[in-house]
């Protein structure tokens, strides 16, 4: 198949998997998972998270796609915009959560989560990051730069999962709320930090001690001796470095050089490490960006299967609590909820066939 087919065909059956509008799924969004594997768990979620993921990664592809498929990307696009107003934060509408909030619907289709107020999750900075990365540019990303810095993070405790390697920077935190510890996660990070360089916003203190935790978790190699620990929401060392060599890889920033040796170096073991589809696929665009061709990755007999059992990020039903008593079971596989998506994971195929065809 010529490489224009072939991406045409990619992106064709990703534009399949969205949302035409249903009673789990509102018009435009993909659908996605999460998952219990231990006890047989699964409920459909309308998170906007992978909605915003894919526009974002196919945004960044789009200058090496086909023009007949430009098109497509942008009605793609279109449709997962104008999901965003349902995500906004209530009482500050220049930040957005994971599930809906105009209405509220945490825990959508569930059961029995779903009736509990409680376990409604504060804005966070990492979809706030994704929605302003997707969205028309906005004057007021400066101010929300300034609120992911910690405008609702004031004297906050650090969540009892820091690691005290970490806990003499004041780098971004995940969540927003205004009484909750500041949890760090390298992966939310990178996620700001890309949002920074792109709208070449001021560097910051906060700045540069988030780029300092990066470090420190290639240096230290938590991101495989702990990755709960440096990454709580997705807990995954192919995702981890992913996440590191998007951002290293996409702009030509000073502050960012320190990061790109140790990046490779820990990326070239990972990649005789792999066996998992998916983390091997995700390491080894992680080496294309950065100018490296890996061995070949042979394409699964069933792309569906392969997809099936690999999970993006996660919740912990424990960590949420931010409880230093509990720090040991927040850690346990049994209390993660696990999300996929099956349209991101054409879309991160689709970035791995187009990045290996550059080299």
Same mark, same amino acid.
């Given at each position: 198949?010529?490489?224009?087919?072939?991406?045409?065909?990619?992106?064709?059956?990703?534009?399949?998997?969205?949302?035409?509008?249903?009673?789990?799924?509102?018009?435009?969004?993909?659908?996605?998972? #999460?998952?219990?594997?231990?006890?047989?768990?699964?409920? @459909?979620? *309308?998170?906007?998270?992978?909605?915003?993921?894919?526009?974002?990664?196919?945004?960044?592809?789009?200058?090496?796609?086909?023009?007949?498929?430009?098109?497509?990307?942008?009605?793609?696009?279109?449709?997962?915009?104008?999901?965003?107003?349902?995500?906004?934060?209530?009482?500050?509408?220049?930040?957005?959560? =994971? /599930?809906?909030?105009?209405?509220?619907?945490?825990?959508?289709?569930? +059961?029995?989560?779903?009736?509990?107020?409680?376990?409604?999750?504060?804005?966070?900075?990492?979809?706030?990051?994704?929605?302003?990365?997707?969205?028309?540019?906005?004057?007021?990303?400066?101010?929300?730069?300034? %609120? =992911?810095?910690?405008?609702?993070? *004031?004297?906050?405790?650090?969540?009892?999962?820091?690691? !005290?390697?970490?806990?003499?920077?004041?780098?971004?935190?995940?969540?927003?709320?205004? !009484?909750?510890?500041?949890?760090?996660?390298?992966?939310?990070?990178?996620?700001?930090?890309?949002?920074?360089?792109?709208? !070449?916003? !001021?560097?910051?203190?906060?700045?540069?001690?988030?780029?300092?935790?990066? #470090? #420190?978790?290639? @240096?230290?190699?938590?991101? %495989?001796?702990?990755?709960? +620990?440096?990454?709580?929401?997705?807990?995954?060392?192919?995702?981890?470095?992913?996440?590191?060599?998007?951002?290293?890889?996409?702009?030509?920033? *000073? @502050?960012?050089?320190?990061?790109? @040796?140790?990046?490779?170096?820990?990326?070239?073991?990972?990649?005789?490490?792999?066996?998992?589809?998916?983390?091997?696929?995700?390491? #080894?665009? *992680?080496? =294309?960006?950065?100018?490296?061709?890996?061995?070949?990755?042979?394409?699964?007999?069933?792309?569906?299967?392969? &997809?099936?059992?690999?999970? &993006?990020?996660?919740? $912990?039903?424990?960590?949420?609590?931010?409880?230093?008593?509990?720090?040991?079971?927040? $850690? /346990?596989?049994?209390?993660?909820? %696990?999300?996929?998506?099956?349209?991101?994971? /054409?879309?991160? /195929?689709?970035?791995?066939?187009?990045? =290996?065809?550059?080299?």
């Amino acid at each position: 198949m010529e490489l224009a087919a072939m991406y045409a065909s990619i992106v064709n059956t990703i534009e399949n998997c969205q949302s035409t509008g249903s009673k789990q799924y509102p018009s435009g969004l993909f659908p996605s998972q #999460r998952v219990h594997p231990l006890i047989n768990y699964q409920r @459909e979620d *309308s998170n906007i998270f992978f909605s915003a993921l894919i526009v974002f990664t196919l945004q960044e592809l789009k200058s090496w796609l086909p023009a007949n498929v430009l098109p497509k990307i942008d009605s793609i696009t279109n449709k997962v915009i104008s999901n965003y107003p349902n995500y906004q934060h209530y009482a500050d509408r220049s930040t957005y959560n =994971l /599930w809906q909030r105009n209405p509220t619907a945490h825990f959508p289709n569930g +059961r029995l989560l779903n009736k509990m107020s409680f376990l409604a999750l504060p804005a966070d900075s990492d979809d706030t990051s994704l929605i302003y990365l997707t969205s028309p540019v906005s004057e007021d990303i400066p101010a929300v730069k300034h %609120k =992911l810095e910690g405008h609702y993070q *004031s004297g906050a405790p650090l969540s009892p999962l820091t690691l !005290k390697i970490y806990s003499d920077l004041s780098a971004y935190p995940t969540f927003l709320g205004k !009484k909750i510890k500041r949890e760090y996660d390298v992966c939310v990070m990178c996620n700001i930090l890309y949002m920074v360089f792109r709208f !070449k916003l !001021k560097t910051s203190e906060v700045d540069l001690d988030t780029i300092e935790f990066i #470090r #420190r978790v290639l @240096e230290t190699q938590d991101y %495989k001796e702990n990755p709960f +620990r440096v990454s709580p929401n997705y807990n995954n060392r192919a995702v981890i470095l992913y996440h590191i060599a998007r951002l290293v890889a996409s702009f030509d920033q *000073s @502050e960012l050089e320190i990061l790109k @040796e140790p990046l490779i170096h820990c990326l070239r073991q990972e990649v005789h490490r792999c066996s998992d589809f998916m983390e091997s696929l995700l390491i #080894r665009s *992680s080496l =294309l960006r950065l100018g490296i061709k890996p061995s070949p990755l042979p394409t699964p007999a069933n792309m569906r299967k392969a &997809f099936h059992n690999f999970y &993006f990020f996660q919740a $912990g039903m424990l960590s949420g609590l931010q409880k230093a008593s509990l720090n040991k079971l927040a $850690g /346990w596989r049994f209390f993660h909820l %696990k999300y996929r998506c099956e349209a991101y994971y /054409w879309t991160l /195929w689709l970035e791995y066939k187009i990045r =290996l065809k550059q080299h």
